[in-house]
C-alpha cells in the first residue's frame, strides 16, 4: 500500500530530506525503478544514478548530502545501515492495516475438529487435518496438506504444496515455501544380521519450528525418531536443505541451499553453513562457525567457534585449508 | 493399539521377565517416555535409568538381570538384539487388526477404469488415473498424482503431494513420502551439431521399485530412458536423492540424503552410500561397498567390494584416502 | 500414433531403403523392441542384433548396407546422425494432428480472469489464479498452483504438483517436470548487527524462462531479488537444481543433476555443468565451459571459456587437476 515518506522514515528510524508527503508503493533496483518506488544506495558511487532514476525517493547512508536531495529534487532517507532500512521499509509497504477477514476458499477442506484463528487465508484445494491449529493472521497456500494435530503458530505464511506431516509444531512469523516437507520420517533402520534385512527403526517424535524461521522451496526436515527436532528462532534456511532427525539448530543460523545434515547434529547459534555442506551424524558445530560452500564434517566431529572459518572435506579451519591448498598446486606443478 | 507384554514378547522374540499382562500402547526414548510406553537400552549404562523411567516396560540385552525388573517392579523384554527387537515391537504396535474398510475420501477423484484393492485409503484430492491398480492394503496420500496405469503393490504407504508418472510399478509394502516424484522422464538429450541445439532423446521406459522399498521426501527417480529403471527389494532411500535413468540399484541398498546417481548406473546389492554421495554414468558399485559422504565416482568406473570403504573425489580406498590426507596436511605444515 | 517410415525419412532427413508403406507406432531399445517399434543403432556391431530384433525398423549410419536390409527383410533409416534422427523420430510419432480441442478437466479451478489459448488441457484439481495466460496448445498437469498473472507460452508441458509464484514469465516449449517450484523468494537478508537478527531482504523481481526450456523434478528457481533471474532458450537443467535469485544463464545450456548456483551468477552460452557442481555467487561462467561433477567455484570467480574443462574444488582446469592429483597419490605411498 501507499505510504508518506514521513511514515517510512518513522518506520525505519531514517532521517528525512526532503518533501516527506511524497508517497511510494513499492521498492525496487535503481535500474528497474519507476514511478512510486523506492531505492536505495550502499556506496557512493551509485548515489548520482540513483538520484536520476525515475524512483520516489532513495535511502541513502551518511553519504549522501542534504544537497544532493535539493539539487535532484528527491527525497532522501539517510541512515547508517541503508540496506537494512530499505529491507524494513520494504516490509513496511507490504505490512496492510490488519483488518482483514478469515477466508477460506470453497475448494479446500477443513476438519471440523481444526481451529482456525483470526484473519486466516486457507487457499484453493489445501487440506487441513484434525485437531490442526492455525494462528491469527496466518496463510496456507494452495494444495498444502497439513497433518492431524499441526499447530501452526500466529502471521506464518505457508506456500503452495507444502506437506506438514502430523504433530508439528511452527511458531509465529514462520514461512515455509513451496513444495518443502515438515516432518517427515528419518532415515533410521536396524539392521538384522540373520536376514539382511533392514527394518525400519520407529520415527515417531516430533518437530518444533521456532518463531520468525525461514524455509525454502522443496527442503525437507525429518521429525525426531523418539524425541524432537528443533529449529531455533530467526533461523533461515535455503532451497532444498535436507534435515535429518533428532537435529537440534539454533538461533539466527544460516543455512544455505542443498545444505544436508544428517542425524542428531548441533548447531548453535549464528553459525552459517555454506551452499551445499554436508554434516555427518552426532557432529556438533559451535556458536559462530562458519562453514564454506561444499565443506564436508564427519561424524561425531566438533567444530570450535574459535576456530572461525572452516573449509574442504573433511572440514579444516580456513587458514590450514588454504595452505594445503598452496602446496598441492606448488606440487602439481614440479 | 494396546498390546500384553506377553504378546510382544512372542511378537520379537524376547524373553518375558515380569508380568506379561501389563499393557503397552506405544515407543519412546527413555527421557521422554511416559504411561504405557515401552522403551529401550543397548547399553548396561543407561538400564537402571531405563528401569527408574515412567515407562512401563523395558527391552534390554543380555546383560539385564531379573534381578534388576524384580527390584524395580518393572518388566522386562530380554534378548539379544534390544534395538531391532524395539523395532519390531514398534511395527507391532502401529500395525492393526485389519478389519478396517475400504475408504475413498469424497474429494478424490478415481477415474473408472482404475482398480482398488480390499482396505485401500485415498485421502483428500487425490488422483488416481485411468487404469491404476492399487493393492489390498495400499493407502494414496492427499494430493498424490498416480498417473496413468502405474501398479501399486499391497500395503503400500504413498504420503502426500507425491507424483508418480505413468506406467511405474510399485511392489507390496513400499513407502513413499510426501513430494516424491517416481517414473519422470531421464535427462538425455542428442546435440544437433548444426544447430547446437539439444533434441530430447526420448525417455519411454518404465520404472520398477520392488518389494519393501521406502524412498524419501522430494525423492526423484527417473524411469528408463527406453528399457527400465529399477530399485531392487528392501532398498532404503533417504531425502532429496536424486536416481538417474536406467539406474539398477540392487538389493538391501542404502543410500543416505542428497546422493546423486546419474544414468546407467549398477549399484549391487548391501552397497551404503552416504550423504551427497555423486556417481557418474555407467559407473558399476560392487557388492558390499561402502561410499563415505561426499564421495565422488567418476563415470565408467568400477569399486570393487574387496576394497570395502571408500572415501573423497575421486573416491579412494579408505586407507589410500587416509594417507593422502596425512600426507597433504604435514606438507601443509612446511 | 502411427506413421509410415516414408513420411518418418522425410521428417528426420534419412535415406530410406526398404518397403516405405511399413508403418511404426513407437520406439524401443533392441533388447525390449517389439511389432510396430523404431530401434536405432551407432555401432556397426549392433547393427545385426537389431536386424534380427523384433522391431519393424531400424535407424542406422552410413555405415548401414542396403544389402543388409534385403537380407534381413527388415526396413532401414540411413542417417549421419542415427541417434539424432531416432531422437527427432521419437517427437514425431508422438506429434498428434492438432485438431484436439481445449479441455479443462471439471475439478481445476480457474479464475475468471485467467486466459487460456486455444487446445489448452488443464488437469484435475490444478489452480490457475488470476490474470493468468496459458498459450496455445500447453498442458498444465494435475494439482499445480499457477500463480496470479504468470505467463506461459504455447505447447508448454508443465508437470503435476508444480509450483509457479506470481508473475513469472514462460516461453514455448517449455517442460516443467513434477514439484519443481519457480519463481520462489530468494535468499536474501539483512543482518541487525545490534540485534543479531536477519531481516528479509525484499524478494520481489521477476522470473524468465525462455522458449524450449526443460527444468527437472524437484528443481528450485528463485525469482529476482528486485530484478529478474533468467534462465535462456534451449537450456536443459535436470533433477533437484537450486537457481538462485538474479542468476543469468545463457542459451543451450546443461546443468546436471543437484547442481546448485548461488545468486547474481552468469553462465553463458552452452556451458555444461556436472551433477552435484556447486557455484558462489557472483561468479561468471564463460561460453564453452564445462566443469566435472561436484566441482566448486567459489563467490565472484570468473571462469575462462579458453580453459575448457574445470575439475575440483575449487574448480582448475583439468590438466592441472589432474597433476595435482597424481602428485598427492604419489605423495601418499611415500
Redesign the interface.
Known amino acids: 500500500m501507499k505510504r508518506r515518506l514521513q511514515e517510512i522514515a518513522e518506520a525505519v528510524g531514517a532521517r528525512l530530506v526532503g518533501d516527506g508527503s511524497v508517497k511510494v508503493s ?4 535503481v ?2 525503478s519507476g514511478e512510486g518506488d523506492l531505492v536505495f544506495v550502499e556506496d557512493e558511487r551509485y548515489l548520482a544514478s540513483a538520484l536520476a532514476s525515475s524512483a520516489a525517493a532513495v535511502i541513502a547512508g551518511e553519504i549522501a548530502s542534504p544537497a544532493s536531495s535539493l539539487a535532484s529534487g528527491k527525497p532522501l532517507l539517510i541512515c547508517s ?1 541503508p ?2 532500512a ?3 521499509a ?2 513496511f509497504l507490504r505490512s496492510d492495516s490488519g483488518s482483514k477477514e478469515s477466508e477460506v476458499r470453497e ?1 479446500a ?1 477443513v476438519r471440523p475438529s481444526a481451529r482456525l484463528g483470526a484473519r486466516v487465508m486457507v ?3 489445501a ?1 487441513i487435518s484434525e485437531e490442526v491449529e492455525i494462528g491469527d493472521g496466518s496463510k496456507v ?3 498444502c ?1 497439513i ?1 492431524p494435530s499441526v499447530k501452526v503458530g500466529k502471521d506464518c505464511e505457508i ?3 507444502v ?1 506438514i ?1 502430523a504433530g508439528a509444531i511452527l511458531g509465529d512469523r514462520v ?1 515455509v ?3 518443502a ?1 515438515l516432518g ?2 528419518g ?1 533410521g ?5 540373520a536376514s ?7 520415527q ?2 516430533r518437530l518444533v519450528i521456532e518463531d ?1 524461521v ?1 524455509i ?5 526436515i ?1 521429525r525426531g ?3 524432537e527436532t528443533r529449529i531455533g528462532r ?1 533461523t ?1 534456511i ?3 536443505v ?1 534435515i ?1 532427525h533428532n537435529c537440534r539448530i539454533g538461533e ?1 543460523v ?1 543455512i ?3 545444505a ?1 545434515l ?1 542425524g542428531s547434529i548441533v548447531i548453535e547459534n ?1 553459525v552459517v553453513l555454506g ?2 555442506v ?1 554434516i ?1 551424524e552426532h557432529a556438533r558445530i559451535e556458536e559462530g562457525v562458519m562453514v564454506g ?2 565443506g ?1 564434517i ?1 561424524p561425531n566431529k566438533v567444530l570450535r567457534g574459535k576456530d572461525g572459518v572452516f573449509w ?3 572440514a579444516r579451519p580456513l587458514r ?1 585449508y588454504l ?7 606448488k ?4
Open positions: 513499492s521498492v525496487a533496483s535500474v528497474s545501515h540496506k537494512l530499505f529491507a524494513r520494504a516490509r475448494s477442506l487457499e484453493e484445494r487440506v497456500g494452495a494444495g496438506v497433518g506456500y503452495p504444496n506437506t506431516y514461512i515455501h513451496a513444495g516437507v517427515s520420517d532415515f533402520y536396524v539392521r538384522d544380521s539382511g534385512r533392514y527394518e525400519k527403526f520407529p515417531v517424535g520468525d525461514e525454502g522451496a522443496n527442503s525437507t525429518d525418531a523418539l524425541d530467526g533461515k535455503d532451497n532444498l535436507h535429518g539466527n544460516v544455505a541451499a542443498q544436508g544428517s549464528n551452499g551445499q554436508g555427518g560452500g561444499q564436508g564427519l574442504g572435506t573433511p590450514e595452505k594445503q591448498l598452496a602446496a598441492l598446486a606440487l602439481g606443478k614440479r
